[in-house]
């Protein structure tokens, strides 16, 4: 896993080649303002969900991981803890989901805060628990994009 500010994406953009096209995304103006739901950046290979909500406590979620595709979260205003663990020894509450791309599982997490302005990176060995609440329920506007790792 990977928290940092989004000015200082470009140090994180040679550890995959399209994670340049993904902070590309994140870094143009007006991302309060775009659309809820799925935007294609590069086809299937990467593309981005923007999301508004509430945060949940941390103890309602379950922590996911995928397989095929790295998340890098991106907190466009509010802020919310991600809970975060290593995928070794964590129980398993629902299996692997190809079409999905997600499991869903049991564990305990240690929880993160992310901020307005900050990203996280989860690779398929970080399982995750995002959209929790730092205290009381906040809204927040997120963008998660989805990078390809490789044909699944």
């Known amino acids: 896993m990977i928290l940092d500010q989004l000015a200082n994406a470009a140090r994180y953009e040679p550890l995959h080649p399209d994670l ?3 902070f590309a995304f994140l870094r143009q103006p ?7 739901g799925q935007h294609t950046i590069a086809g299937e290979r990467v593309y981005a969900i923007v999301q508004d909500y509430d ?6 979620g379950l ?3 995928h397989q095929c595709y790295l998340d890098v979260q991106f ?3 509010g802020a919310e803890l991600i809970g975060w663990a290593p995928l070794a020894n964590q129980a398993v509450q629902s299996a692997y989901d190809a079409t999905r ?3 869903f599982l049991h ?12 990203f996280a990176i989860f690779f398929p060995h970080d399982a995750h628990m995002p959209c ?9 506007r997120k963008i998660v994009v989805k990078v390809a790792l490789a044909p699944c």
């Open 132 to 140: 929790r609440t730092t205290g009381a329920p906040t809204r927040v």
């Open 63 to 65: 922590l996911e991981i």
């Open 101 to 103: 791309d997600i499991a």
């Open 75 to 77: 907190v466009v205003s």
């Open 30 to 36: 007006g991302l309060d303002s775009i659309a809820p």
């Open 107 to 118: 564990g305990a997490a240690e929880p993160i805060r992310v901020q307005q302005g900050q």
């Open 20 to 22: 340049a096209a993904a």
């Open 55 to 60: 945060t949940k406590p941390l103890a309602e």
